[in-house]
Every structure is written in structure tokens, then in C-alpha cells.
């Protein structure tokens, strides 16, 4: 094989190579809508009181979902929330910044103590969660494979909560 034969192969190569990379995005997207699945299809976790069905009746029918109350919501805006988390983030930390975009209080301190719990940048959580719209849990996994990342949402879920109650009551 002749040194021009030898390059136009691995040019091909490179080229073809760069070409599914640049179309596997746009695969996968229409894959995803194909399959009806769409932006809704992305891993969201359950509300809390959906996370915990009731056990099947005696009957052997399964019984409805137990509805279990909830903590009254806190907004992420709320400026006892920001005092009570301030210290879970970096020094000078704007908290107007830091809690913009959340749905509530509780998802804005769940992601404050991940990132304190696991030392992944709290911005690059907030990226992963509210704009990758990705689950705590698979952003933890994302910055920190070996970490397990089941665990460490569950923890600092279960912090927000304590924080929310304690502002609540």
C-alpha cells in the first residue's frame, strides 16, 4: 500500500469517526422521541409521597398509593433557608444565585448539602440538576464515579428535610 492510499485510509477514519460523534447526539434524540419517551422521559424522582406505596391488601389486590403528609414547602427564596445553608457553601457565595431556578427550598438544600458531602462544586451540581435536568443521585454518579452516589442523595435529601422541619416548625 503506497503512503497516499495509507493516508486517505486514515483520513476516512478520522472523518468517519468525527462524523458519529457528531450524529450520535441527534441519533439518540430522535430514539428517545421515537420511542415516545420526549423530554418527559428523564429521570425525575418521585414525589415524596409517591416514593412509598402502601402494601398489598389481605385480599391480594394491590391497594392505592398511601398518601404520606409532607413538611409545608419552604420556597428556595426563603431568607432563613439561605441563613441556615449559607455555611454548606463557598465563602461569599451569593445565596440569590445559589437558590434561583429551584422548586423549592427542600431541592436547593438537598443539592447544598450534596455538595458539601461529596466535594463536588455546588454550581456544577445546580448545572446538572436544573439544566441536564439529571436526578441528584446521577449528577453525584456523573462527578464522582466511584462514589456511591445512592447513598450520598439519600443523605442529603435526608438533611433537607431536617432543615426544612426545623424552619417549619
Given amino acids: 500500500m503506497t503512503f497516499g492510499k495509507a493516508s486517505a485510509l486514515a483520513c476516512g477514519f478520522v472523518g468517519a469517526t468525527a462524523f458519529g ?12 422521541i421515537s420511542a415516545g419517551r420526549g423530554a ?3 429521570e425525575s424522582p418521585a414525589p415524596e409521597d409517591e416514593q412509598h406505596p402502601a402494601p398489598a391488601a389481605q385480599g391480594g389486590n394491590a391497594a392505592a398509593p398511601r398518601r404520606v403528609p409532607s413538611a409545608p414547602a419552604v420556597p428556595a427564596s426563603e431568607p432563613l433557608l439561605h441563613q441556615r445553608l449559607k455555611p454548606l457553601l463557598n465563602r461569599g457565595a451569593d445565596m440569590n444565585v445559589a437558590s434561583a431556578g429551584f422548586r423549592s427550598g427542600e431541592q436547593f438544600a438537598a443539592l447544598a448539602h450534596a455538595a458539601r458531602n461529596t466535594d463536588v462544586p455546588f454550581m456544577l451540581l445546580k448545572y446538572r440538576v436544573l439544566d441536564e435536568r439529571k436526578t441528584l443521585r446521577a449528577a453525584i454518579h456523573e462527578s464522582k464515579p466511584n462514589m456511591d452516589a445512592s447513598i450520598e442523595a439519600n443523605r442529603a435529601i435526608a438533611e433537607a428535610k431536617s432543615d426544612i422541619a ?3 416548625s
Fill in 166 to 168: 426545623a424552619l417549619t
Fill in 40 to 42: 418527559a422521559a428523564i
Fill in 21 to 32: 460523534i457528531w450524529l450520535s447526539p441527534h441519533v439518540m434524540h430522535e430514539r428517545a
